[in-house]
């Protein structure tokens, strides 16, 4: 389950930094500025596939999709994006590792 898991993690990861690198950029033009419905859909259609790799981590209770209805500000979502990254990072730290016996590093389930 964790190798499924993680070649999820290996596909997702480069959205999410790369959605994470857009949001920096639009908080510093507006950090004030609303996202668009649309926008909101976008990026909690990807939160939503990362919370599936990080639901039962420690770091689950802290991650919440954006509000559809209560539109967030550019700095609101570069906030949560940042905890969605922190916790992508910590499931990789946790899960993925040199295995001695296959002598190659791998997705394996013991926690270090």
Excluded: C
Excluded at 23 to 47: A, D, Y
Excluded at 66 to 89: C, H, I, K, T
């Amino acid at each position: 389950m964790i190798a499924e898991l993680g070649a999820k993690h290996d596909s997702l990861m480069p959205l999410l930094s790369a959605m994470f690198r857009e949001f920096q950029e639009f908080t510093k033009k507006k950090p004030e500025g609303i996202l668009s419905k649309s926008k909101v859909k976008i990026v909690n259609r990807l939160l939503t596939d990362v919370l599936t790799i990080v639901d039962a981590e420690p770091s689950r209770p802290f991650l919440d999709l954006l509000d559809e209805e209560d539109l967030p500000q550019n700095s609101d979502v570069l906030l949560m994006l940042g905890q969605f990254v922190a916790a992508m990072e910590g499931f990789h730290q946790k899960y993925w590792g040199y295995d001695s016996f296959a002598r190659e590093q791998r997705w394996h389930m013991k926690e270090k």
